[in-house]
């Protein structure tokens, strides 16, 4: 679908009047097109007043069901967003806790699989650890930029994973976390999107790995990174299927 | 900012002498941090409208009642992701709780396909008038019902079968026995032109 036609579809997709195909790749141009996510927020307030004028006064039972269930339910922790690892200005938006807490458990982790390795004197436990230094290489060398940013991002097929990236070292890396197993014959795909020009690919991945580690360069100007799920090899077309699992949005 | 995006100014009838208390807003900060009696006060300022939407799409009583429930504990499980990009609170469970019923009306109408023309029939002349009977005292009803009459016949059936019925563009076409296409672009003309009747901006 064209571009302009796309752009028809911001109605349609506000009031859930999309088929789910049309649904996926409408919400895949929503992550390239901030007019078209300022429309549809601006539908979706419109509809919700045609929503409202219905109001009606739901019965008391129906309450104490909601309050019961709702104390029986766990609450889901902050998504953190992205951040500089420099001071923070104030944002009136993200809980800065949240940003802390999430920069500590990625540094832990990395320190811990570096530095905790290296404390075992046992020679093979030491090439081991020299083994897991090398694949962790990349992510103390981010992590030391100046210019440190770091996302997590949920996955639509659950799980997701962690980015980090530095502008000044052109890197970036993403460490995948609870990606669910891929069927057989079929990979996720890392991409790099730019405002108005195609997709970049930016490695391959495979579900079912804690921790296991991608490395992309060529940042400049990239707007998103997403993931795909594409057949084994990576995408034949070199462009995302419709199999978008994943889109972060990278800082400007 | 308009006033949807602000439930102090939008919930009560002007004149009415409601006293302002916190907005949904801020009810929701505090309900991201576990607060239990925020979450009964956001309950009471969003139940009301969210089973109205949700029982004009679902229609059966006990179903709506279900789908109520299942959005309102999603707003208390999710509290922590919300953000004003996604506009007033209203605005996030009002679209919560349309995806959520609209769900539920496809998974159900998809086994029985052959009862769908049928359905498709008798929802043809109704939506516009039940909206105006609905339509009561209240000043928001009102302000929506003039709103509706702006839009042209086309654009009001079409973003009312679809919005009140859960249908897609398609469904929507097949009714009206109008092309894909011009359905697609009266949605969002019809849309527009109601935004824009009512005051919205994000």
Known sequence: MTMPEMHTLTGAYAIDALSEVERAQFQRHLGECASCAQEVLELQMTATRLGAALAEDPPAELKRRVLAEAMATRQQP???????????KNRRRAPRWAIGAAAAAILGLAGSAVLGGIAYDNHTQLTAAREQAARYAPVTDVLSAADLRTGHGEASVGGGGTVMMSRSKDKLVFMAARLPENEPGRTYQAWLMFPGAAPKPAGLLSGGQD????????????????????????????????DVVMVLSMPT | MDESASPRRMAPVPGDGEPAGPTAEDLLVLVAKGDERAFDALYDQLAGPVLGLVRRVLRDSAQSEEVTQEVMVELW???????????SALNWAMTLAHRRAVDRVRSARASSERELKATFEAARARPFDEVAEAVAARWERSQVRRCLTSLTELQRESVLLAYYQGYTYREVSEVLRTPHGTIKTRLRDGLI???????VTA
């Open chain 2, 193 to 199: 032109r109601l935004r824009d009747c009512l005051g």
């Open chain 1, 78 to 88: 902050p998504k953190t967003r992205f951040e500089t690892g420099e001071r923070v």
């Open chain 2, 77 to 87: 499980r999710t509290a922590t992701r919300y953000s004003p990009e996604r506009g």
């Open chain 1, 211 to 242: 921790g296991a580690l991608l490395v992309a360069d060529g940042l400049a100007g990239a707007e998103n990174f997403a993931l795909s799920v594409e057949q084994a090899g990576g995408s034949p077309t070199g462009t995302p299927s419709k």
